[in-house]
């Protein structure tokens, strides 16, 4: 007698979202005054807290709006956020703290208060600018 055949269930959960973290053109680079992006620090924290396969994190060039420094954009199934002027460590460990709270959740938790000061409504692509 055979056995019957399984069927095999998939125990891998889906990615929440994605955070960018701007580290190039006008808007991460030092030289123009702004301050430095932790991008080690950054990438070391998302491996140390098991975030990469959850809330996974891109660290990159322009992200297209370069007339305000240190932008981080926010995309999920739920839309699009971006958030600029991310300039000091105590923010970014906030950010962790979220992505991490978040992968708990098995949701997107909104944003701590302390980002409401640094949201954007909208970049507007074709304007090159933001609202």
């Known amino acids: 007698m055979r056995p019957e ?3 095999a269930v998939s125990t891998k959960r889906p990615m ?3 955070i960018s973290v ?6 991460g680079q030092t030289h123009k005054g702004h301050p430095e992006v932790p991008v ?3 990438k ?3 491996k140390y807290r098991g975030l990469l396969k959850r809330v996974h994190l891109t660290i990159t060039g322009c992200l297209g709006p370069c007339d305000v420094p240190n932008v981080v954009l926010i995309t999920s199934g739920e839309g699009t956020q971006w958030l600029a002027e991310i300039s000091r460590r105590k923010q970014y460990e906030m950010l962790a703290d979220w992505a991490e709270q ?4 098995d949701r997107l938790l909104p944003l701590p208060r302390e980002f409401n000061t640094h949201r954007l409504a909208a970049y507007r ?4 600018g933001y609202k």
Request: with cysteine.
């Open 5 to 7: 055949p399984t069927t």
């Open 16 to 18: 929440l979202g994605q």
């Open 22 to 27: 701007c580290n190039g053109c006008c808007c």
């Open 40 to 42: 080690e620090w950054l």
């Open 44 to 46: 070391e924290e998302w």
């Open 102 to 105: 978040s992968k708990i959740a």
């Open 125 to 128: 692509d074709d304007e090159k």
